[in-house]
């Protein structure tokens, strides 16, 4: 069964470094999302892409954060100054449609700022 | 801004029984609702999604309901499991030009052998 897929599982940086979480989405699914999970908190919205531009972007996606689709299959998402409070699991979703609807997540990056 | 709610935050039920998680939110006009599992330390399973013109969604021993009008969905859990246990999270999601999925905080099931 296809599944969205990210590395890395786990990634340690210091803070003012510069990451970036990559993702594989389903390959015939056209709209990609990242979310991301702050330990125990709820899952927020970062942003979604369609059509290789950004469609919608939450008020945690600023000018830090941005996102690339640099070939067919990858999708990725780079910080580029981490902050501390830039620790979370972040989540890749996507879905084949907007009529379809359902999202499906990738099992996540942790990322630790140290 | 919607806002998802889910009660309890944590459930403990014998293995066997049939249970019921709540989800709530406070704007209707959702284009669905969709169910998802999370482990520990885990990703996202997606279980159920239902569209805004459908009531209901079975698979296996779960069953998802929505009713709009009252901004409230339920994930029906038939003679639960040990296997079962997680945290069971909903999302809606607003449609076209607003495609994002809004979280509830989560129910934490542990299911007691």
């Known amino acids: 069964e296809p599944e969205v897929t990210q590395t890395p599982s786990h990634q340690v940086t210091q803070m003012g470094q510069e990451v970036i979480l990559r993702c594989v989405p389903i390959s015939n699914h056209l709209y990609f999302y990242w979310y991301r999970q702050i330990l125990g908190q709820k899952v927020e919205f970062l942003v979604s892409f369609y059509n290789n531009e950004i469609s919608e972007k939450s008020e945690i996606f600023d000018d830090q954060f941005s996102v690339e689709r640099p070939d067919g299959s990858n999708f990725t998402l780079k910080i580029r100054s981490t902050k501390l409070e830039d620790s979370a699991m972040y989540f890749c979703?996507?879905?084949?449609?907007?009529?379809?609807?359902?999202?499906?997540f990738g099992p996540g990056t942790r990322l630790t700022v140290t | 801004k919607q806002e998802v709610t889910q009660i309890p935050a944590a459930l403990s039920v014998p293995e066997g029984e049939n249970l019921v998680l709540n989800c709530s939110f406070t704007d209707s006009a959702i284009y669905n609702l969709q169910w998802f599992r999370q482990d520990p330390g885990k990703g996202l399973t997606s279980l159920l999604l239902i569209q805004s013109s459908q009531r209901e969604q079975t698979s296996g021993r779960l069953n998802a309901s929505l009713d709009k009008s009252s901004g409230r969905s339920t994930l029906y859990i038939a003679a639960s499991q040990p296997g079962d246990s997680a945290t069971y999270l909903c999302a809606s999601g607003g449609g076209f030009g607003n495609e994002k999925l809004t979280f509830g905080t989560g129910t934490r099931l542990t299911i007691i052998p």
């Open positions: 979703a996507s879905s084949v449609d907007l009529g379809r609807g359902e999202q499906y």
